[in-house]
């Protein structure tokens, strides 16, 4: 049998003869001046997660940053209040729209109970352990001082400091105990909560309330 | 110690063990679990073991990734989890494109994969293999189950999770020694963790935002993706079109959401689908995108993309929501109670008879159609039109990848969900025969299942054909046959000067005789005058049957959007490229 229609192909108007709209979206998908763009300049960010603490958490979160290649500074890790429960804060380079995306797709993991941004008044604080040649140990000192740090180590040849602070206070440390030669350098990435009673993750419950905290959809 | 609290101790030291591989399979018969397909190995076998007992039907297949595709046809057909078995190392290993093609396509596919005993883990013991990290990146979440204790939950915890919101795959990877050892732990009912909890409904006010659009819209255009189907939305999706008059386009896994001989449906839209599905959605100024996530296959380049626009996106998954396309207007929550809530919130029907009118002038402007002439070689369209025909609306079509795939979406006409069963974004050849072997065990009787596959397609899975020979399915498998790999000699050919780099297959087997020697029919057809004979014959077979159409080996597909090229300005021919 064949077919009862001849068949004559594919017809129509060629591409160029076409009517097409001149509205365009950008490469992110958004509607040219209708919406926060993801192309808009990347944003560093804290990012709070409350997660499970069960094996490979750890994992699951790094890889989901590196297979969908998100920017991500540093990542610290601890025990929360509740038993089972930790927190991973992270810091993150992205434009906004990816930003969302990134709490989105941290949200979709198992372990993931409660994401969030952190606001801009936050307390946040990073340690830096510094390991300084030894033949100053005056002026070293004088230095440590100067940025409320602590000597944790001192030997003949090398004297161990510890300065906590914000990441601009850190990075003049560095500056500063460069001048006596810095032989090694041991940085944690910024750990952060919510300023005052706002809590740090949304829907998280006070540690002191006896309840664990429920995941939020 | 009362007598009745004593009697309370002693009934709990009498609580019965078993073993953690028992539990297992409670655990799968709790979450009504009836199939497996799987394959036997070291590391399972105290698993299989359990299963001696067991009411549950296994189904042993020819090779570890035909379990993984058969399970996911099954899930698919039966809108709920397929779940399949293998063993570690090797065993898993040859799941994974099974299990990626599952995450890909939101398919729900539960794995259970044998591991070596835990305390061996992690010195490269034989079959060894890092399964939890091999599929991390490729399932919703996998288990690992540390002892024989957490087997139960694990397990029915996997399965509640498959085809919780957004469907996808799981895996519970099972160390030998957690199998066979004993348990007195009761497996607790499957329960899906409380961290995934889906949101169902949308906020009120973005309901009202939607509905005020599409009201206001002129050019409304309604996108059904494949969440349309495994949401249970395609009623109420139909409803909704209907009401409204709304045209609809469809992705290519939510083929059957929306017939397509209704006259409100355009097809499926993207690199190869309808001109006037794609003319419409470059032409809409509001797309109501239902359970999809706006694959490039489907977008073309982003900048032309629907670029008048205003979105509505409703959607389960919120890591959706203007991954690749932004939402407007995002409704986040499960597609048939978002679209009654909007359907709630409707205050009239858009002003939608120009746009009609210019949908229906599309249809006719740019037919679906293909040459052939009396004496011309096989046309695969024709092969594709000829089996439709002979079929029923409810038969189920699996494919693999390629030219066939695309032909066989273009030219049947689905009426129904579940009856299109394709591996769409990880776009896996190879996938139809297993696919087939997984929807005719779950399909109803009156179902015909159809494996419409290319030459190199066929080829990459053909020994599942020996299980449906054993199982003595029911199943027709029509090779589209031109000795190519197909897509790829297109693309070369268009994009690579004609330069047909390791993708000529002259060298592909007799498949009528292959099939026969299989025990399964063997049929080979090379005319026009010889199709509908052929079909019939396979058809009325009471086994698998295979035809193998040796079809114009220079035919494309067609119409062809290129690879982020725009929507609207689709080829007809090669030249138009």
């Known amino acids: ?217 | 110690m009362s007598k009745q609290e004593h009697h309370e101790t002693e009934s709990t030291s009498e609580r019965p063990t078993q073993t953690g591989a028992e539990a297992a399979i409670e655990a799968l018969e709790a979450a009504g679990v009836e199939m497996i397909f799987g394959v036997q190995g070291g590391a399972i076998m105290p698993v299989y073991d359990a299963l001696f007992h067991s009411d549950l039907r296994h189904v042993t297949m020819a090779h570890e990734q035909g379990a993984a595709h058969a399970a996911d046809a099954y899930g698919v057909v039966r809108n709920g989890p397929g779940v399949c078995m293998a063993t570690s190392g090797p065993g898993a290993t040859n799941l994974v494109t099974g299990i990626a093609d599952a995450n890909m396509d939101s398919d729900a596919l539960v794995a259970l994969t044998g591991q070596v005993p835990s305390g061996m883990v992690g010195s490269d013991a034989f079959q060894e293999t890092d399964t939890m990290g091999v599929t991390t990146p490729l399932t919703k979440h996998n288990y690992f189950t540390h002892t024989a204790d957490d087997v139960g939950a694990a397990v029915g915890e996997a399965v509640a999770l498959s085809t919780q919101g957004r469907f996808g795959p799981t895996l519970i990877d099972l160390p030998k020694d957690a199998t066979n050892a004993s348990t007195d732990v009761e497996t607790p009912p499957p329960t899906p963790p409380a961290t995934t909890v889906p949101q169902r409904l949308a906020p009120g006010a973005a309901v009202a935002a939607a509905a005020d659009a599409i009201a206001a819209a002129q050019r409304p255009l309604l996108l059904f993706g494949g969440g349309v189907i495994t949401a249970d939305a395609t009623e109420i999706g139909r409803t909704f079109a209907r009401a409204y008059e709304i045209p609809v386009v469809t992705t290519m896994p939510g083929i059957g959401s929306f017939p397509e001989d209704d006259p409100l449906a355009l097809s499926w839209a993207g690199m190869h689908g309808t001109g006037y599905a794609n003319m419409a959605i470059t032409h809409t100024d509001c797309l109501i995108a239902v359970g999809t996530r706006f694959d490039d296959r489907l977008t073309g380049g982003v900048e032309t993309f629907a670029p008048e626009a205003t979105v509505v996106h409703i959607e389960i998954d919120p890591a959706e929501v203007s991954k690749n396309i932004h939402a407007d207007i995002p409704l986040i929550g499960d597609a048939a109670e978002v679209l009654g809530q909007l359907d709630a919130a409707m205050t009239g029907p858009p002003p939608v008879d120009a746009w009609r009118e210019q949908v229906q002038t599309w249809k006719q402007e740019y037919p679906m159609d293909y040459v052939m002439g009396p004496d011309g070689p096989l046309k695969p369209q024709y092969v594709v039109e000829r089996l439709d025909a002979a079929t029923s609306d409810r038969a189920i079509v699996t494919t693999g990848v390629g030219q066939h795939q695309m032909w066989a979406a273009q030219y049947w006409t689905f009426t129904e969900p579940r009856t299109w069963v394709s591996s769409h974004g990880l776009g896996t050849m190879g996938y139809g025969l297993p696919a087939a072997v997984g929807a005719r065990l779950a399909a109803d009787d009156d179902q015909e299942v159809i494996c419409v596959d290319g030459d190199g397609s066929f080829l990459m899975t053909l020994q599942e054909l020996s299980v449906a020979v054993r199982e003595q399915l029911d199943i027709t498998v029509a090779i589209l046959n031109n000795e190519y790999i197909g897509m790829v000699r297109q693309w070369q050919d268009a994009f690579f000067d004609g330069r047909r780099m390791a993708s000529e297959y002259s060298w592909m087997p007799e498949f009528d005789a292959l099939a026969e020697a299989f025990g399964a029919r063997g049929l080979r057809v090379d005319a026009q005058e010889e199709v509908d004979g052929a079909i019939a014959e396979a058809l009325a077979y009471d086994g698998p049957a295979v035809i193998d159409f040796h079809i114009d080996p220079f035919e494309n597909v067609y119409p062809m959007v290129p690879s982020g090229g725009a929507n609207g300005q689709f080829a007809l021919t090669p030249e138009q490229l």
Request: charge should be negative; avoid cysteine; hydrophobic fraction near 35%.
């Open chain 1, 1 to 217: 049998m064949t077919p009862e229609v001849p068949k004559e192909g594919l017809a129509g108007p060629a591409p160029e003869e076409r009517p097409h709209p001149t509205a365009r979206r950008d490469a992110t998908g958004v509607r040219a001046g209708t919406a926060s763009s993801a192309t808009e300049t990347p944003r560093r960010t804290i990012l709070s997660a409350l997660v499970e603490d069960e094996p490979g958490v750890l994992a699951r979160v790094a890889g989901l940053f590196s297979r969908r290649q998100f920017n991500i500074d540093s990542l610290t890790v601890g025990p929360t209040t509740v038993s089972g429960h930790s927190r991973i804060t992270l810091v993150v380079e992205e434009p906004p729209g990816q930003i969302a995306q990134i709490e989105r797709q941290l949200a979709k993991l198992k372990p993931v109970i409660s994401v969030g941004e952190l606001d801009e008044d936050a307390v946040r604080t990073e340690v830096v352990l510094m390991k300084i040649r030894g033949r100053s140990p005056a002026d070293i000192h004088a230095v440590v001082g100067m940025f409320d740090g602590q000597t944790i180590d001192a030997g003949s040849a090398s004297i161990t400091v510890q300065i906590t602070g914000d990441e601009q206070t850190i990075d003049d440390a560095i500056d500063a105990f460069g001048q006596f030669g810095i032989i090694e350098i041991a940085r944690t990435g910024y750990t952060a909560l919510a300023r005052g009673m706002q809590p740090t993750v949304p829907g998280e419950k006070p540690g002191t309330a006896d309840e664990p905290t429920e995941p939020t959809p």
